[in-house]
């Protein structure tokens, strides 16, 4: 069914010279977003000493999805996709210049740091839908799977090599020093978009009025199209019980269960980028993909997998093979979704079928309550073995109540 061809395969895309430069700047937002992960831990934990409020403050960002994202895709099918993948980044660095000066002039309190990573997330809610969709634009769509799984190397690497280089350059020569150069990085963003040659056509007139039709033919087009519903609902397995029921609870795990330290806990986390690498080099050297869906159900059950070799963890070794197969499985998932979408829609939904596939990472904050409040009182293994009951439940009733979702074929 699927054949690795790693020579011929794996970077295809990247001979289109416009998908290269929306690679590039993947890099730079990535780069940017993983900067800004380790600076913002670092200044929040430095100035208030509350492992809550350092939580808190990190998953912020993913707020605005759960409702801001459809509409982003909403803006994303009205406007150039182009300019928002320039002026996106613009507007990060801005705010990383804003934030920087005031870390630097010991200005900064705790409400500036919740706006700033709020606002900051506000503009993912426009620049992924974007990347998406443009991505789909440019290629053709028996290389979506593959410029999507290179996407999500970019950003696999950027999550090895940020959070290393941020901490580096904060232990070197201070936080303002990591700030500034995450916006330096966004730059680099900047100038990768503005070398993007596709041409879009002339769209409708953005006003409030076109703004709520073109929400109201998304909702319809979903009510209309029963897997892109499926597809939806099956988005929400990674964000919402995935990521919360592993590596939200892995500070448990290295102090409770194998009573470890900090050393070992950037292992685990590593673990899961290099498994991220490996999905996403797999995904994109698989040649002839006729039934993707077969394939989004293998990673279900692999994340299943992953979740109960973690809950049943005796030592770090065992913990590590989950950590890896969760960097494996959610890649492949998330990837593999995201191209199904894209092609089981026309051209003018791209962008607003983008934004609802986004809009599930909204739910980061509500999966880490739930399981946050399972391993206060039962443990993280405890945990952690309820996620992985939920996720096979939830994965199995989905795709038997969608099952054009095994059905459906690469286009």
């Known amino acids: 069914m699927w054949k690795f061809k790693f020579a011929s395969n794996t970077f295809l895309s990247l001979t289109t010279p416009d998908f290269r430069f929306v690679w590039m700047a993947s890099m730079g937002t990535s780069g940017g977003y993983f900067f800004q992960q380790v600076f913002i831990g670092w200044v929040v934990y430095d100035i208030t000493g509350s492992a809550f409020i350092t939580a808190m403050a990190l998953a912020l960002d993913t707020l605005p999805n759960l409702i801001g994202a459809p509409l982003g895709g909403v803006l994303v099918d009205r406007l150039n996709k182009r300019k928002i993948l320039i002026f996106g980044p613009i507007y990060q660095l801005m705010l990383n210049i804003g934030f920087g000066i005031g870390v630097y002039l010991d200005k900064i309190d705790v409400w500036h740091i919740l706006a700033f990573v709020t606002l900051m997330g506000c ?13 789909a634009d440019i290629l053709v769509p028996q290389r979506l799977i593959n410029g999507l799984a290179l996407i999500q190397l970019a950003f696999s690497i950027t999550r090895l090599a940020g959070p290393i280089i941020g901490g580096i350059l904060i232990e070197m020569f201070g936080t303002p020093t990591a700030i500034f150069t995450a916006a330096g990085v966004q730059l680099f963003a900047v100038l990768m978009a503005s070398r993007i040659k596709i041409e879009f056509p002339l769209q409708e007139s953005l006003t409030l009025r076109s703004a709520l039709t073109g929400f109201s033919d998304s909702v319809g087009m979903v009510i209309k199209t029963p897997i892109v519903q499926g597809l939806i609902l099956l988005s929400f397995l990674g964000p919402m019980i995935l990521i919360p029921f592993t590596s939200g609870l892995f500070p448990v795990y290295i102090k409770k269960v194998f009573d470890l330290g900090a050393t070992e806990l950037g292992l685990m986390l590593a673990l899961i980028g290099v498994g991220s690498i490996v999905g996403t080099i797999c995904l994109a050297s698989l040649g002839n993909l006729k039934r993707p869906g077969v394939l989004v159900v293998l990673s279900i059950l692999l994340g299943v997998v992953s979740l109960v070799i973690l809950a049943q963890s005796t030592g770090i070794v065992m913990a590590s093979l989950g950590c890896f197969l969760i960097g494996l499985c959610f890649t492949g998932f998330q990837t593999l979704i995201g191209a199904m979408l894209q092609q089981a829609v026309t051209a003018e939904f791209r962008g607003r079928v983008a934004g609802l596939f986004m809009a599930s990472w909204g739910t980061v904050t ?13 443990g993280a293994p405890f945990a952690t073995m309820i996620g992985a009951a939920a996720m096979l439940i939830y994965g199995a009733l989905v795709i038997i109540f969608y099952r054009t979702i095994l059905t459906s074929r690469e286009s």
């Open 123 to 135: 503009s993912w809610i426009l620049i992924e839908p974007a990347r998406t969709a443009i991505t």
């Open 366 to 378: 509500i999966g880490s309550l739930a399981a946050g409040a399972l391993a206060e009182y039962q």
